[in-house]
């Protein structure tokens, strides 16, 4: 399959030299000009590698890198700068970064780092319902459905999350068109309730409650043993995209310490060995 790659420079001759290379070798390349730019194209559509530039007025490369790693991290990301001092190379690497590019580099440098880049398996697995491939008719006659309810976001964004699995940033641009609120409300709403996320997450979301309660009933060790059982670190999913895991305050079962959570489907008195059995059951 083809692979996308997005070229970020406030140089447009460096985005149309990598094109010109990256095209003839068979990749479908996109250019943006700023992070900003970077941002808005990455929250619409899933690019398996990012080269971009370090030094860019306004966001730089190291921000954007950042809000890669937060956001969609199953993006690879090459940086390549101008400025390769010792300092920008330890900081590029601190990002967890597949390649560093000093410029200039001859054609054949881009095109070996971008194979071997694109032959490693992203951080996460790209997620199955990816932004272009959710039921588009469907998130219409959501939309469609409560645009004249005012006071109906939550539940819109709770069936939007149901129907794709996660809020990316153009997925709640969209909503606020539709609903005809600000964007920065819709934000807040999705950041003020755990339930709601802006990551992908795997078919089942795997939360342990932390919250005191759990906690001095050993809910440590339990994430500890689900860490191992699953191969993963909070925030992170499986390479199967079958579980995700994440750890919650409170949940308010407190009388059920300690508590895991699965989807929506609730486990009280958990324990290691028990924590291990519960992730079989939805295997
Ligand atoms: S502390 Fe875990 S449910 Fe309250």
Not at 24 to 33: L, M
Not at 37 to 42: Q, T, W
Not at 69 to 77: A, G, L, W
Not at 142 to 159: A, D, H, M, N, T
Request: proline share 5%; hydrophobic share 40%.
């Amino acid at each position: 399959m083809e692979k996308n790659v997005l070229v970020v420079d406030d140089d447009e001759v460096i985005i149309r030299s990598c094109e010109a290379v990256l095209s003839g070798e068979g990749f479908k390349v996109t250019g943006a000009t700023s992070s900003k730019d970077a941002m808005n194209l990455i929250d619409d559509r899933v690019f398996d590698l990012v080269i971009t530039d370090l030094i860019m007025p306004t966001i730089d490369g190291f921000e954007l890198i950042k809000w890669i790693n937060e956001h969609h991290q199953y993006t690879r990301v090459i940086a390549m700068t101008g400025y390769s001092s010792k300092a920008v190379l330890r900081d590029a690497i601190a990002l967890d970064i597949m390649d560093f590019l000093p410029k200039p580099f001859f054609p054949h440098t881009l095109t070996e780092a971008v194979t071997k880049a694109l032959n490693t398996p992203p951080k996460v697995p790209v997620p199955t319902k990816a932004v272009e491939t959710y039921d588009k008719a469907k998130f219409q006659s959501i939309l469609q459905k409560y645009r004249q309810r005012p006071g109906s976001l939550i539940i819109v964004l709770q069936e939007v999350q149901e129907l794709i699995g996660y809020l990316p940033a153009s997925v709640q641009k969209i909503i606020a068109k539709a609903m005809k609120i600000p964007v920065s409300e819709v934000h807040a709403v999705v950041s003020f309730y755990s339930y709601f996320t802006m990551k992908p997450m795997g078919k089942y979301n795997v939360r342990v409650c932390l919250g005191t309660a759990c906690y001095v009933k050993r809910a440590d060790e339990i994430l500890e043993k689900l860490k191992e059982t699953m191969g993963v670190n909070e925030g992170e999913i499986t390479h199967d995209s079958l579980f995700s895991l994440e750890t919650v305050r409170c949940i308010g079962a407190c009388g059920l310490a300690p508590v895991v959570l699965v989807g929506t489907d609730t486990f009280g008195s958990v324990d290691p060995a028990k924590a291990k059995e519960i992730l079989s059951e939805y295997r």
